[in-house]
């Protein structure tokens, strides 16, 4: 049997007669920048995560890099975030001229600890950027409570988590602006490379549109200097056929999830993905933690399992952050946690025999 740890392919099988005409219809109009499609995508989105705007973006590396722009954020200052995480998070902060400033995870959510926050804050900090890692929204009540006290932005890395919910609250929908991304392999995942970012406040969302283009407020006059971050009309179309289907496809993996939670729950070499019970996670990636993780990982392969370690190196020991002046040890959990996880397969379409055998060939191995 082959089990691979996403399977576009079987999705696209079950949407591909909504597809066409939602792409041709595009084709048709030839209308590829800022389309009808685009406002469309971002009513819905924002409908969907209650906010009161939503702002296309190319990509959610750029909702990352637009909404730092936007609020300001740039050279002297400071941007407290999470060592464990993918590499955008931190590289946006970087590219604005910031300092990223990590802070260590929780252990068995892997999300910022907010007991860690307040004592990296210092005169610099202007932001905190939590990321609602794996799916699971980060702590935002006590979030937001130091950002209140501080006087700083909160910005939302919600790339893995559109649709989860915090306290009954939508991922995005709690901090400054929320940033979601459309990459193929996210629960949301366009036709190529897409991003939108969310928020409560509709005069920033009117500067994000500017930012997204050049800072251009009326066309061609530029109060200030942002880039060409739009989102493509024929993403935006794809995007809105895919987001009908969004909440059935995330409690498919939540179910997914929930078997294998089942089949390994009496195995005590796997720790399985811990979720407060006042989250409901959409499971972009099902992690687990484990001994001899890469044996492990290996193994997996030979046998036809798709797996993957997100991620095998903690941001604060990246080459390039260097001169930030982090050594190994700075931040433990998320050490050892990139020594220790591993993403099994769980896309909606996984049959019932595939996670049996997922959890079998774990088993075995481990056993
Ligand atoms: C995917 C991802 C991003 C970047 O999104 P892209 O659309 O690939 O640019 C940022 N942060 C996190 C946590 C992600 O998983």
């Known amino acids: 049997m082959q089990v691979p740890l996403l399977d576009l392919k079987a999705q696209y099988a079950t949407i591909k007669d909504e597809m066409a005409p939602a792409l041709q219809s595009v084709m048709d109009s030839q209308y590829f920048i800022n389309g009808p499609e685009v406002k469309e995508l971002e009513k819905a989105v924002a409908e969907y995560s209650d906010c009161a705007a939503a702002v296309g973006v190319a990509s959610g ?19 407290i975030t999470t060592p464990y995480t993918f590499f955008a998070t931190a590289g946006s902060i970087w590219r604005t001229g910031a ?70 609250r939508k991922a995005g929908a709690i901090g400054t602006v929320g940033c979601f991304s459309f990459f193929p392999s996210k629960n949301l995942g366009g036709l190529g490379d897409g991003g939108m970012i969310v928020t409560q406040d509709a005069e920033l969302a009117d500067r994000l549109m500017q930012c997204r283009n050049h800072g251009s407020k009326p066309k061609y006059y530029h109060k200030w200097v942002g880039g060409n971050f739009r989102l493509d009309t024929l993403q935006a179309a794809g995007l809105i056929v895919k987001l009908r289907h969004l909440d059935d496809w995330s409690a498919a993996r939540r179910a997914n999830a929930a078997k294998y939670d089942e089949l390994f729950a009496d195995f005590e070499p796997v720790t399985t993905p811990v979720i407060r019970d006042y989250n409901v996670t959409i499971y972009n990636q099902y992690v687990i933690r484990v001994p001899k993780r890469d044996e492990l990982r290996a193994f997996l392969k030979e046998q036809g399992v798709g797996c993957e370690v997100y991620y095998p190196l903690s941001l604060h020991e990246q080459e390039c952050f260097a001169e930030l002046g982090y050594k190994r040890g700075d931040f433990p959990e998320s050490e050892q946690a990139a020594a220790e996880t591993l993403a099994l397969p769980v896309y909606p379409e996984l049959t019932d025999e595939q996670i049996q055998f997922v959890a079998g060939k774990v088993r075995e191995f481990l056993a």
């Open 61 to 79: 590396t750029d909702a990352l890099l637009a909404s730092l722009m936007t609020l300001g954020v740039g050279a002297g200052d400071e941007v």
């Open 99 to 168: 300092k990223p400033v990590f802070v260590d995870i929780e252990p068995d959510t892997f999300n910022i600890d907010p007991a860690k926050i307040e004592a990296a804050v210092t005169e610099k900090t202007r932001a905190i950027m939590p990321v609602h890692l794996f799916g699971q929204v980060a702590e935002m009540d006590p979030i937001m409570e130091i950002a209140a006290k501080h006087n700083l932005y909160v910005i939302e890395d919600a790339a893995q988590s559109i649709g989860s919910t915090y306290r009954g």
